[in-house]
Nanobody, 123 residues
Framework: QVQLAESGGGLVQAGGSLRLSCAASGRSFRSSAMGWFRQAPGKEREFVAAITWGGGSMDYIDSVKGRFTISRDNAKNTVYLRMNSLKPEDTAVYYC????????????????WGQGTQVTVSS
């Protein structure tokens, strides 16, 4: 059974930092892109960041560029999202995703999802 388990969310003040982790089990995603999405209350799930299977290319939405960094450790089957200079508008449930050979910003392009981890940024 394939599972993606996120961790590292929490409550932080504006300007603070968090690092999210997503550990995959049940199969290897070494040949798959991995990504992070988020969903705020009352809003649709949106793409945040993604990384290619080899880690050589990343993509970010404009609102997090320069603040968030995605990385992966294929030996550990884990992807990370380092979030710095957090803002209240970053508050959301953050989801890890995996599956496609090449990353996409489209939600339906990803076959595997974690349960999500809450990130709350207070002003």
């Amino acid at each position: 059974q394939v599972q993606l388990a996120e961790s590292g969310g929490g409550l932080v003040q504006a300007g603070g930092s968090l690092r999210l982790s997503c550990a995959a089990s049940g199969r290897s995603f070494r040949s798959s892109a991995m990504g992070w999405f988020r969903q705020a209350p009352g809003k649709e799930r949106e793409f945040v960041a993604a990384i290619t299977w080899g880690g050589g290319s990343m993509d970010y939405i404009d609102s997090v560029k320069g603040r968030f960094t995605i990385s992966r450790d294929n030996a550990k089957n884990t992807v990370y999202l380092r979030m710095n200079s957090l803002k209240p508008e970053d508050t959301a449930v953050y989801y890890c995703a995996a599956g496609p050979r090449d990353y996409t910003r489209v939600v339906r392009g990803w076959g595997y999802w974690g349960q999500g981890t809450q990130v709350t940024v207070s002003s």
